[in-house]
Structures are given as C-alpha cells and as structure tokens.
C-alpha cells in the first residue's frame, strides 16, 4: 500500500461518522478547502500515523453545507467499513490545494459592521452561517442575537475598504418582542 509523507500535504478536515448504510461517510472540513475537495479524485486518511490514500467513488462527494460534506469512497461499501474510518484525519496534497483568486470569502464578513438601507447600523457581523447555500448573517442587535439573510437581492451596496454592508433586510426582522 503506497504512503506519502504528512509533510507534502495538508490536513483538511476529519471523517465524522458513517452517513446511512452503504459506506457514506460525513466529512467535517475546514471552510477554505471546499474548492480543493471540490475538484479532487483522492484523499489521504491517517491510519496508524501513515497517510493512505482514498479514491472517491463514483457517487464522489455531496457538499451539504460550507463545512460538511457527504463522501462515498472506493472500497468502502458498508456502514461497518464506514464506522472503521470514522474520526480519522482527512488530508490533500499541498499541491492540489486551491486557492481563491484574492476574492473575498464568506468568513472574511465577520467584523463587516452590518447596516440596514432603514434603521442604519444594526452593529458588527459576527458570525457567517452557510445553510446548504443559505446564506446567514449573525449579529447583536439592542441585546438579541438576530440571524439575517444574505443574499445579492437584499444587497444595496459593499464597501470592502470601510468594511460595510447596507442591506434592505426583511421587514420587521429587528422588530424586538
């Protein structure tokens, strides 16, 4: 069984547990990797402390949210070869990691002070939650915690340099009971 050295690769995430009963596992990744995972054939597992290598099946990958994913390997047929596999350290090779093109990614919004086109400043984005492409902005509003959607319609103007965000949020999401 052929090994590669921990060195020439980049740990990306874990496997988590099995996903139902024919060997599908659920894939924990750390967010900047979706598009390394996205157009990668193999995975190196840490086994023992040695990296083996992992084919995708044909079913491949299945991203259900910005930090998971449901994978199907070759080899891996069943919920018991499946569960062998579980809380293993998942890792690419540092030369199939993708980088984006110096865009802003979803998680650089956190700290962005979030206004709305109506109230003005709603305060400080603190966190961004990826719902299967739903896109939700945390923040603190007058002592409550308000999840905001995000989405280009909603979007009246960014300002990357001042690092703000004017959106013309659903009526009475900050209506306070």
């Not at 599908?24 to 083996?52: C, H, M, T, W, Y």
């Not at 994978?71 to 919920?79: A, K, P, R, S, Y």
């Not at 690419?92 to 109506?118: M, N, T």
Request: charged fraction near 25%.
């Amino acid at each position: 069984m052929e090994t590669i050295e921990k060195s020439t690769c980049q740990k990306v995430g874990y496997l988590q547990k099995p996903h139902g009963i024919k060997g599908a596992l659920s894939l924990i990744f750390e967010p900047q990797f979706d598009l390394s995972l996205e157009n990668e054939p193999i995975l190196f597992l840490e086994i023992d402390g040695l990296l083996v290598p992992f084919f995708f099946a044909e079913e491949g990958i299945r991203f259900r949210s910005g930090e998971s994913a449901i994978i199907q390997l070759d080899w891996v047929n069943n919920e018991d070869e499946a569960r062998k596999l579980s809380g293993l350290s998942v890792f690419i090779k540092l030369e199939d990691v993708v980088y984006p093109e110096e865009e802003l990614s979803l998680h650089h919004l956190v700290g962005f002070k979030l206004h709305d086109a109506q109230l003005g400043l709603i305060g400080p984005i603190e966190k961004v939650e990826d719902y299967g492409g739903n896109l939700l902005l945390l923040v603190h509003y007058q002592g409550k915690e308000v999840m905001v959607p995000f989405n280009e319609q909603l979007l009246i103007s960014f300002d990357e340099q001042d690092q703000k965000i004017v959106l013309q949020c659903p009526e009475g999401i900050f209506e306070l009971d």
